[in-house]
Nanobody, 124 residues
Framework: QVQLVESGGGLVQAGGSLRLSCVTS????????MGWFRQAPGKEREFVAA????????LYADSVKDRFTISRDNAKNTVYLQMNSLKPEDTAVYYC?????????????????WGQGTRVTVSS
């Protein structure tokens, strides 16, 4: 059974930082592309960042580029999202997603496994 468990969300003031973690089990993590998505109230789920299975290739949404960093530790079956300079518009539930195979796509339907999400609230 594949499981993705996010943690690290919380309440932070604008300009602050948070580090999200997503621990996976039941899949070949080193063979999986990983992504972070978010969904704000009343909005559709949107792409945030993705990282290829070997790690050298990363991709970011324009809205988070230069503020967020995605990374992975294949030894720990974990993907991270370091979020700096947070803004109120970053407030959302953040989801980790896994895709077996090559690539780090931006489209949610290309990911086969999802976590339950962790809530991030940025106050102004």
């Amino acid at each position: 059974q594949v499981q993705l468990v996010e943690s690290g969300g919380g309440l932070v003031q604008a300009g602050g930082s948070l580090r999200l973690s997503c621990v996976t089990s039941g899949l070949t993590f080193s063979g999986s592309g990983m992504g972070w998505f978010r969904q704000a109230p009343g909005k559709e789920r949107e792409f945030v960042a993705a990282i290829s299975r070997s790690g050298p290739s990363t991709l970011y949404a324009d809205s988070v580029k230069d503020r967020f960093t995605i990374s992975r530790d294949n030894a720990k079956n974990t993907v991270y999202l370091q979020m700096n300079s947070l803004k109120p518009e970053d407030t959302a539930v953040y989801y980790c997603a896994a895709r077996q195979g090559a690539g780090a796509p931006t489209l949610p339907f290309l990911y086969g496994y999802w976590g339950q999400g962790t809530r991030v609230t940025v106050s102004s």
